[in-house]
């Protein structure tokens, strides 16, 4: 039947050859490059909840059609869970596997617009998530509402503009949440959906990168063919990735927005956190210096600092992070063969500095938890977070970079393999692989 | 069939077990723990069916793909000569500006940022109400208590909100120029946090502080709330109260500062 579909087809779009080099394709079986496709999964599992969701959710009313989905219709909970489950680990995935391709170099020529994609992902997938954790009108996400805005009009020249044409008016307006609505559920995916075809692309055309290995050179690539071998296991990952998304829905309670109750300007949570991928962003904004800036009659306020510089800095280095190392490094030519994190010392510091700094805002945006349950008053948190937010990254670098000049070099295809055989006389021998 | 064709096979009839599961929680309403569960057990089982049958099943296989130069030769050339130069350049300069024309209309999307925007309804004179709009009289509050007033007529207005808290004796601000602002120990912060807007909510009656619950500036109260941590850098803007002789909390005047987070 299958092979009437493709004579079918092939009659007509003259496919054959072309699915015949598609299914023998090379994909290298390391672990970590599966990462990516965990994303493309997720995505998909977002695409079908959401639509779900969509029928159940009113912009007009996001808080009461919420709570309708959420109560009175059958599987609309679980929906919903799933939903916001699979986008934090979406998010996450994104994260790791963009973590795999920098420690590795694998975003080196010939692969920097590949990258350039990835990096655009990252920031879309980010704020995708905001839209969506902010249309059902609750107490939590409308403070988080509230935050964005003050970051947006504390842009220079602009940020008033940006803020008063995106909400229609001034914050809290009827308009923000069907804006959003449309933002989350129709431009957003789009973009984020061509992203991917166009990342995909790429790394079709350009083929996989590898790590080096016996066989493995910069003009080939080993692995497993697509079909059957790496077909299965793909889709075994997407069914894998279905059963843990379900089962997160299924039995951890997420974002109870009942419990928070709707937006009201003049009340607020405590303590609150948003979504973990903002974390950052709320524990620069806690613990970011109160100092405003003033300039020819203008005022730069304080959440302008960690709200909207921090973070155009960091995705602007990671955009441009293909030429910068290139500044340093020196190297121009194109390399197939991935890196170990040892064999680039620089790269590997700064990496870890900015992981070290991601964590340690993270934790500094929920100092309120740790004040309540901990020994230490909130102020003095905000002091202490304040040092280690200088102090562990310059540190963590600097250890990493240690680590990484220290470590022997050289790949495994220079390591010595052996085996250890037992000889007549009943000792052992240790005896070479060629 | 080997032992890890039937090991597949049973995942695979697992995962049908876990599909038919889902829909007979559904349609029983057992909740959304067994519906959950049941798309779970379907994806497990597929999941590691697919994997016995990738991994164990099918022979593994190596290939090779050799990697094709991208680069053109040198010398080669790959566009043409652009024929018609100018042409081409009047081409690009008019989907620009179509490209520019289509930006115009997103004017339409909101007002321009006015002033307006965060302006308090306080004038000298108005009443303090509450959420329900009812006047706040002199007696309203104990020692330490706190709540959120608005200015008659205007409740629940976002940028006029206020904290109104009362302290034991007036005598404990620092500034004695305001002290007069204070009758009866009652003192009127504006609730907007000048950091990012969130309503500064907490009040720490012991500490005499009023903290925001978003970021956790600090501001102190017997202080003109100036802000003692944090990473606010501007005092809460303070509302001078008075009391008339119906015993009800009047504002003497506007707040004594721009309302909420600073912009450019």
Redesign the interface.
């Known amino acids: 039947m299958i092979q009437r579909a493709v004579g079918w087809i092939d009659g007509r779009l003259g496919t054959a050859s072309l699915v015949r080099t598609a299914l ?3 994909f290298p079986d390391h672990w970590s490059f599966m990462l990516g496709e965990l994303n493309v999964y997720c995505f998909v599992i977002l695409v079908a909840t959401g639509t779900y969701l969509t029928f159940f959710f009113d912009p007009q009313q996001p808080y009461p059609s919420v709570i309708r989905l959420s109560f009175d219709v ?2 609309g ?2 929906v919903r ?2 939903h916001h489950w699979t986008a934090l680990v979406f998010v996450a995935g994104i994260a790791l596997h963009m973590a795999r391709v920098f420690f590795t170099g694998a975003f080196r020529r ?1 692969r920097e617009l590949t990258w350039l994609l990835g990096v655009a992902l990252l920031g879309a997938c980010i704020f995708e998530g905001f839209a969506g954790y902010s249309l059902p009108g609750d107490l939590l996400s409308g ?1 988080g509402l ?2 964005a ?3 947006a ?5 602009v ?3 940006i ?10 307006s009827a ?1 923000m949440i069907p804006r959003l609505f449309v933002l989350h559920v129709y431009l957003l995916p789009i973009g984020i959906a061509t992203l991917i075809g166009a990342h995909l692309a790429l790394v079709w055309r ?2 996989h990168t590898q790590f080096r290995g016996p ?1 493995r050179t ?8 697509l079909v ?6 793909s ?3 997407g ?6 998304m ?2 997160l ?3 951890i309670e997420i974002n109870p927005v009942w419990e928070y109750g709707p937006y ?9 956190q948003p979504d973990w991928f903002l974390g950052w962003l ?1 524990g620069a ?8 800036l003033q300039l020819f009659g ?6 302008f600092w ?2 909207a510089l921090l973070p155009g800095l960091a995705f602007g280095v990671f955009f441009g992070w293909p030429w910068l190392e290139r500044l340093v490094s020196r190297d121009a030519r194109e390399h ?1 063969l991935l890196d170990r994190a040892r064999d680039a010392p620089l790269r590997t510091a700064v990496g870890t500095a900015v992981l070290a700094g991601f964590v340690v805002l993270t934790f500094a945006g929920s ?2 938890v740790q004040a309540t349950y901990g020994y230490v008053s ?2 003095g948190l ?2 202490i977070y304040r040092a280690l937010a200088v102090a562990v990254p310059i540190v963590a670098g600097l250890l990493a970079y240690a680590i990484a000049r220290g470590l022997p070099r050289g790949g495994p295809e220079q390591a010595e393999r052996t085996r250890i055989v037992r000889n007549p006389r009943g000792g052992y021998d240790e005896e070479r692989i060629p | 069939m080997t032992r890890d064709e039937r090991l597949t096979a049973g995942a695979l009839l697992v ?1 049908v077990l876990g599909s038919v599961g889902f829909a007979v929680a ?1 349609g029983v ?1 057992a909740g ?6 049941g ?6 089982g ?6 016995l ?3 164990r099943v ?1 022979a ?8 094709e130069r ?1 680069a053109a030769e040198e010398g080669e050339r790959v566009v043409p000569p652009i024929a018609r130069p100018r042409l081409v350049a009047l081409l690009l300069g008019a989907v620009g500006a179509m490209a520019a024309a289509a930006v115009v209309p ?2 339409s ?5 006015g002033e ?3 302006k308090s309804k306080w004038r000298a004179g108005v009443r303090l109400v509450g ?1 329900d709009g009812a006047p706040i009289r002199r007696d309203a509050l104990n020692v330490d208590a706190v709540v ?1 007033a608005f200015p008659e007529g205007a409740p ?1 207005d ?1 940028a006029s ?1 206020v904290m109104l808290l009362r302290l034991a004796d007036s005598a404990e601000i620092v500034r004695a120029d305001r002290r007069a602002w204070s009758p009866d120990g009652y003192l009127a912060f504006s ?1 907007v946090c000048t ?5 500064v ?2 009040y720490r009656a012991k500490e005499r502080q009023l ?8 501001f102190d109260v017997l202080d003109g709330a100036r ?8 005092a809460l803007p303070q509302l001078p109260l008075a009391e008339d002789e119906g015993g009800y909390l009047r504002a003497r005047a506007d707040l004594d500062g721009p309302v ?5």
């Open positions: 023998r394709k090379a059958n599987a909970l679980l869970q799933v010939p403070l509230r935050i805005d003050s970051v009009i504390s842009i220079p020249l940020g008033t503009w803020s008063s044409l995106a909400l229609g008016g001034a914050f809290p308009e350009q083929k066989g910069e003009g080939n690539v080993v692995g497993s063919p059957p071998n790496y077909a299965l296991r889709m075994a990952l069914a894998g990735t279905l059963a843990v379900a089962a829905g299924a039995l009201v300007a003049w009340q607020a949570i405590s303590p609150a709320e904004l806690r613990i970011g210096p109160p100092f405003a203008h005022t730069i306020p304080p959440a960690p709200g197939q100092d309120d909130v102020i905000t002091e | 995962s559904y309403h959304n723990g067994w519906m959950g569960s798309i779970a057990l379907a994806g497990a597929l999941c590691v069916a697919l994997a049958w990738g991994l099918v593994p296989e190596r290939v090779v793909d050799e990697r991208f997103f004017r999307l909101g007002p321009a940022p307006a925007q965060l959420v959120t629940g976002a909100q609730k950091h990012a807007g969130c309503p909510a907490l903290m925001c619950p978003c970021h956790q500036s600090v802000v003692l941590s944090g990473p606010a850098a501007r909420g987070p600073g912009h450019w």
